[in-house]
């Protein structure tokens, strides 16, 4: 391990310019010639377009185009889809509702976009949007998942009849009707999984821009992954050839998911382009990305689970009703699928399980993949089933879970995972120490001399991540192949660029995949670099979500420096005069083993390019290209345990300890790990205790600003005790696991479980606010 390589707490390299004010972002993009746009939004939740009148805002001031969804539709532009198909469990594929991505006949949430304005300036666009006049009829609004099957809810889509999306099941039935036949106990649970707004640093933003000399088009936009935006803006919206299309992914402030998807505004903004002959910006305002982004979670779920008379897990049962909004967003329909109901084992051997879902369309916007995507829903049912389970049972809920752990690997569950590696007791010893959980009495105790109320909980999570492989998730319906790429090439003077199909967008990739070359060759991180986000420069790649881009993307850098190596060490040998199998590279040399004769780096790399003397038949240069496709999921995993006060008089919570134990594989950089972990904790803890979207029957978004939608701040935290152990990963090169979903998986059971044993109550639904855990603690005394 060098000083800079893997396993070093290296400073972040592009912190520099981040917090310098130097980054740059979708809004600090000029372009000769730009103007800017506004959107016209439906205030309606559920409504007919019965006219669009735009002469008066044609006519305002700066204005250049006011454009809407016939002209859209007239020129071809296709309806937004999604990418992964589900079938019904009775064979029927998943019923896609038309989503245009301007409104021309039927809105259907608040905030659907339905007429784009082109004006000189922001301000005269917005001007102009607001006068232009949009007569609607008004139709009955449902928001609520639970109530838009029954009879007289209104039909959202004439696709989906019942507003069903699908009825998807996983497991096996009758195995798990037989479980629950044999019995001792059983525990019941109706579980609600809190919808979330993303709430990214920075707002979504995109602009388009058409040149009509070159007939070409480009889009800087705030996404996690540009070459899919490319892919399905020209295959599937017809916005532009694929070749004559550029979409670049500057420095983006954040994405938690939420920038996976492509959103009408990207298309918009780029057909605008070319109808008004002018570039075209739009980035979004706080209330827009309130209103617009795709939400997270929202699960209503009964869960059971049957144990035998030594409290050993026979089976388990979930209904779960997932409410995925107005349309059907990119990657929707696997969120609370194949990334939820296949963790639903959790850490524990549960021999049979069935898992039935159905997706339903209301009157909200919508939802898909945020932070853990599946994972923190499904850790939220398990983990709050055990917890109960072992207060119904009066044992620890620390040895009940440690009874049921899987122990033998690899373990394949009941739900199409295969765990490969895990050591789930080491977690939960080094979180019980860290915690001095066998303490916990006496602080309860002081606790409760001054008034309050003290409690503690648990949460043992698995996630799977780096989601593959591609011929496994093609035949589960998903769209798209979930490899990664890299290219590293050696300039002539032997610094080095790592083209990289995995997106930053705040993991710290310019520091960690520099990391892994200095490891292998030896030269400084600065003379590293790593190149992402623009289509024109970096072969295609999948871009970053569901914690990918270290055992999926940086196993394609491995990859492709295996060959870089594989050349070097020839050209290396030939110089030397040496055997090809003697040749090591150590402190940016290539060196002849057990000898002092050496070539540096930089030399070797001119040899390549001067070509002046390399052996016989080589081709000169010094790059190389990998693809990587993984042969299964990784699986992180941990335990956290949370400890509050709660205030019995007010209902406010207080954590005084949080301590998370992780199992991330093999780490290229503890500190920016530690980071991921803090980061995730703070949003599992914000749901848990503060966010929640909620709308009103008429389907208004009440919390659309952050005067309505609390956000965790620094007060409400504490200070993390974090750890990690390590059982690599053996399904990649590299042996790393993922790191950046965790947090926001594991902690939000710990809370509720902590604040459910402080009160005396099971029953409390998240966010675990004030007045909420006041009116759970009042009704345990009724």
């Known amino acids: ?51 669009i009148d735009v002469k008066k805002a044609q006519g305002m001031p700066g204005v250049i185009g006011v454009l809407t969804g016939k002209e859209l539709k007239a020129d071809g532009i ?15 594929p998943m019923k896609m509702g038309a989503w ?74 009758d195995d798990t009707a037989a479980a629950f036949g044999k019995a001792a106990h059983v525990v019941k649970m109706d579980i609600i999984n809190n919808r979330l707004v993303p709430n990214a640093m920075e707002p979504r933003a995109a602009l388009g821009h058409y040149d009509k000399a070159e007939d070409h088009y480009t889009c800087w936009t705030t996404s996690q992954n540009p070459h899919v935006a490319r892919l399905v803006m020209s295959a599937f919206y017809n916005v532009a050839p694929e070749n004559k299309l550029r979409v670049i992914a500057p420095d983006v402030g954040g994405g938690f ?12 903004c780029l057909w605008a382009s070319k109808k008004t002959g002018v570039p075209v910006k739009w980035v979004a305002d706080r209330t827009e990305s309130f209103l617009t982004d795709a939400h997270g979670r929202d699960h209503h779920t009964h869960a059971e689970m049957a144990f035998d008379k030594d409290h050993r897990i026979l089976g388990l049962k979930v209904e779960t009703q997932a409410n995925l909004g107005a349309y059907m967003s990119l990657f929707s329909s696997a969120t609370p699928t194949y990334l939820y109901a296949t963790l639903l084992s959790g850490q524990y051997n549960i021999p049979a399980i069935h898992a039935n879902v159905k997706a339903i369309y209301t009157n909200t916007a919508p939802v898909d993949a945020y932070r ?27 040895e009940l879970r440690r009874k049921n752990f899987v122990t033998s690997f690899p373990h394949q569950t009941p739900v199409i995972m295969c765990y490969d590696a895990g050591d789930y007791a080491a977690s939960l010893d080094a979180a019980m120490q860290a915690s001095d959980y066998s303490g916990f ?52 003077v032997g610094t080095i660029e790592v083209l990289t199909g995995s997106h930053s967008h705040g993991q710290g990739h310019e520091t960690t995949f520099a990391q892994l070359v200095n490891e292998r060759f030896g030269v400084p991180l600065d003379s590293v670099s790593i190149v992402h986000g623009d289509t024109d420069k970096v072969q295609m790649g999948m871009g970053t ?71 016989g038949g080589m081709e000169p240069g010094l790059k190389e290209t990998a693809f990587y496709d993984p042969s299964n999921f990784t699986f992180p995993a941990g335990c956290y345990i949370c400890e509050v006060e709660v205030d019995p008089e007010t209902g406010v919570t207080e954590i005084v300890q949080f301590v998370a134990a ?90 509720i479980n902590a604040i459910t044993d402080a009160i005396g109550s099971n029953d409390l639904a998240m966010p675990a606010s004030p007045s909420t855990v006041w009116a759970a603690i009042r009704a345990t005394k009724h």
């Open 1 to 51: 391990m060098g000083i800079e390589g893997v396993g070093a707490r290296v400073a972040r390299k592009e912190d520099k310019r981040f917090i310098t004010g130097a980054g740059r972002y979708v809004d600090d993009m000029v372009v000769p010639g730009m103007k800017h746009a506004a959107f016209v939004r439906s205030p309606h939740a559920h409504a007919q377009i019965k006219k």
């Open 78 to 92: 296709g309806n937004l889809i999604c990418g992964w198909m589900i079938h019904s469990k009775d064979g029927s």
């Open 100 to 173: 245009s991505p301007l409104a021309f006949d039927r809105v259907r949430y608040v905030g659907d976009a339905v007429v784009i304005v082109v004006a000189e300036t922001k301000g005269q666009a917005r001007d102009a949007a607001e006068a232009v006049e949009i007569t609607y009829k008004e139709l009955k609004a449902v928001v609520d998942a639970s109530k838009a099957m029954d009879k007289g809810a209104p039909q959202i889509h004439p696709e989906a009849d019942n507003n069903l999306i699908f009825d998807w099941d996983i497991g096996n039935a």
């Open 257 to 268: 998911g939420s920038k996976i998807y492509i959103y009408p505004e990207e298309i918009v």
């Open 372 to 398: 853990g995507a599946g994972r923190p829903e499904a850790t939220f049912v398990m983990e709050r089933m055990m917890e109960t389970a072992a207060r119904q049972f009066g044992v620890s809920p620390a």
């Open 441 to 492: 009495a006496k602080r309860k105790a002081a606790a409760a001399n001054t008034g309050l109320l003290r409690g503690i909980g648990m949460s043992c999570y698995i996630e799977a991540c780096g989601i593959a492989p591609s011929a496994a998730v093609g035949s589960l319906g998903a769209g798209v192949g979930l490899w990664e790429s890299a290219e590293v090439r050696v300039n002539a």
């Open 545 to 615: 979500y569901g914690s990918r881009s270290g055992a999926v993307g940086m196993s394609a850098i491995v990859k492709a420096l295996d060959k870089v190596e594989a050349k070097a060490k020839k050209i290396a040998a030939h110089l030397l005069e040496a055997d090809e199998g003697d040749i090591i590279i150590e402190n940016g040399a290539l060196k002849v083993a057990g000898t002092d004769k050496n070539v540096p780096w930089f030399q070797m790399a001119l040899a390549a390019y001067t070509a002046h003397n390399l052996p």
């Open 662 to 751: 992780d199992d991330f594989g093999n780490i290229i950089n503890p500190m920016i790990v530690e980071g991921q972990v803090h980061g995730g904790l703070a949003q599992g803890i914000g749901q848990a205790l503060l966010e929640g979207a909620h709308y009103d029957n008429s389907g208004q978004l009440l919390t659309a600003s952050y005067m309505d939608y609390t956000m965790p701040r620094a007060g409400d935290l504490p200070s993390f005790k974090v750890s990690t152990s390590n059982t690599p990963c053996p399904g990649n090169p590299l042996g790393i696991k993922g790191c950046g979903e965790a947090g926001a998986i594991g902690s939000p059971p710990a809370v």
